[in-house]
């Protein structure tokens, strides 16, 4: 599989520039300089597809997993919203999300702990600069093991088991990490389909009353934003948030889009999943370090005396907040690891 | 309903056809290594959507080129948001396989490479898949996601601004700025 001269489709342009410029550009031609390509790899490369169940999320043997999407943005006023996802997996297939409830269930300690072990082993680091270049106004980022991170609330939506894991490091950064994964109750199996996101934010102050933070938000796997686009076709992602209430609010319901969903809660934080979108997909992420898209969240409260708020308004943070955030989902026994934007 | 086996042979015709070409793709944009992880990645998305890669001759290799495109461009939104690819330029004065027999000298050469590399991405981006992949504009525009017309507007910038670079006696540099610091056209690629 070696690089050899390309076989023209129709060429329906009798040159590009001139003759003698298009023939001296050809012979720069990058693809044929260098070293070449080993037609080993290619043949491993066809037999790992082809291994690969196409109706599952599928793994390419690649050299190394390239990090997820990473997106650091500064934003006043609300959480920046990091948003990450997915390619090649299909957890976020539609159908896969059939037994998913707006309300939330408990779930079996046994249960959380496969889920969670699972969970902080695919997260494996969150934050770190993972050797890339940040924006020169971005601070460096520090990092956490998964393995430092406890679980904070879990709950069961029909199949589908979801666990919120949090840290607070001593340079006061805080770190989430939250996985859902196919675990229906009674299974004694392991969970399938794990999906993941990660991110490390300036920790918000705890609110008071009747308030509440939005905290990180993320993506587990628009898989096919771009690819969607492209190959008809669009999996439907689904989508996390968490955030903090203060001790007058006992429940809240998260409205994204046409998806409404009862968040669980427990010591004050809430958290939330759901298949569909955190920000609207038809608008582009913006350059990184220049704020964030808007989610399409509204929240309503419920306080102890009864009382509903409607479209509620979370606190502000003060002054800037850096959130970093990856997702990665795999099966239970391979990993994706290329990540596309939604 | 095609059987596995028929899928699979397929698919194995699929990727024996067009490996080379979608490896030559990525190498034009990314390190050779980077390459054939971008190759394995857009033929993994054709063994899963097999159904909807075309089976029409010159319908194929836009479409995989397309998807290779998509995937290296997501490669590089880990930083930065873009919306075109910049293509790399050999180095030819280190290549013995180079041909030699076209007349123009080490200076020339050099030249050219010089002023490949100070097009913007969007005009490499255009210039390229009509050099190298030499694809018909119906077929580029495809690959990029926009119309033909918008593909032959672009090529036609792209063309005057490497002509202008190559030609700085008749086309003074300053004459249009715009057109290597304008972003890219809104018709986007999503």
């Avoid at chain 2, 008749?170 to 057109?179: D, F, G, I, M, R």
Wanted: contains cysteine.
């Amino acid at each position: 599989m070696n690089a050899k001269t390309p076989t023209p489709l129709r060429p329906s342009h009798p040159h590009v520039i001139d003759p003698d410029t298009d023939a001296r550009l050809r012979a720069l031609d990058a693809a044929r300089t260098g070293t070449p390509a080993d037609p080993a790899r290619a043949d491993a490369a066809l037999a790992s597809i082809l291994a690969s169940d196409p109706s599952l999320p599928a793994t390419v043997t690649t050299p190394s997993r390239r990090p997820a999407l990473r997106w650091a943005a500064a934003a006043a006023g609300i959480a920046a919203v990091g948003t990450a996802a997915l390619a090649l997996s299909t957890a976020g297939a539609p159908a896969a999300y059939a037994t998913w409830t707006a309300t939330p269930s408990t779930v079996l300690d046994a249960d959380v702990a496969k889920v969670a072990q699972a969970c902080r082993a695919q997260v494996g680091t969150i934050g770190g600069s993972h050797g890339e270049e940040l924006p020169a106004d971005v601070p460096p980022m520090t990092s956490v093991s998964a393995d430092d991170l406890d679980v904070r609330l879990a709950d069961r939506r029909g199949d589908w088991v979801f666990v919120s894991l949090t840290t607070t490091t001593s340079d006061g950064y805080s770190w989430d990490a939250a996985c859902i994964a196919e675990l229906p109750a009674g299974s004694s199996g392991a969970p399938k389909h794990l999906s993941s996101v990660a991110s490390g934010g300036g920790g918000l102050p705890a609110p008071t009353g009747q308030g509440f933070t939005q905290g990180s938000m993320a993506e587990f796997g628009a898989t096919s934003g771009l690819l969607g686009t492209l190959l008809g076709q669009r999996d439907e992602p689904a989508s996390t948030t968490n955030g903090l209430v203060g001790p007058e609010v006992v429940g809240v319901r998260i409205h994204a889009g046409d998806v409404s969903v009862d968040a669980s809660l427990k010591d004050g934080t809430y958290a939330a999943w759901w298949p569909g979108h955190v920000i609207d997909p038809d608008k582009p992420l913006p350059p990184s370090g220049e704020g964030g898209p808007e989610p399409i969240l509204t929240y309503d409260l419920t306080l102890k005396d009864g009382t509903v708020i409607t479209d509620a308004k979370p606190w502000a943070p003060s002054g800037e907040l850096i959130i970093e955030s990856s997702s990665s989902t795999s099966t239970s026994s391979s990993t994706t690891t290329q990540s596309f934007a939604p | 309903m095609e059987t596995m086996t028929a899928r699979e042979q397929r698919f194995r015709a699929l990727f024996t056809t067009h490996h080379d070409a979608v490896l030559r793709f990525a190498r034009r944009r990314t390190s050779p290594a980077h390459a054939e992880d971008i190759a394995a990645e857009t033929f993994l998305v054709a063994w899963r959507r097999l159904d909807a890669v075309p089976t029409r001759a010159g319908e194929v290799l836009p479409w995989l080129y397309a998807v290779a495109r998509h995937c290296l461009l997501n490669a590089e939104r880990s930083d930065r948001r873009q919306e075109a690819l910049a293509v790399r330029i050999g180095d030819a004065l280190s290549e013995p396989g180079v041909r030699a027999d076209l007349g123009d000298s080490v200076a020339d050469r050099t030249d050219l490479a010089a002023a490949w590399r100070r097009l913007s991405a969007t005009e490499q981006d255009v210039l390229a898949l009509a050099l190298w992949e030499d694809l018909p504009s119906p077929q580029a525009a495809r690959v990029l996601g926009i119309s033909a017309t918008a593909y032959r507007l672009r090529l036609s910038r792209a063309r005057r601004t490497l002509r202008g670079l190559l030609e700085p006696s008749q086309t003074p540099p300053t004459s249009e700025p715009v057109l290597r610091v304008a972003p890219a056209p809104q018709e986007s690629t999503r």
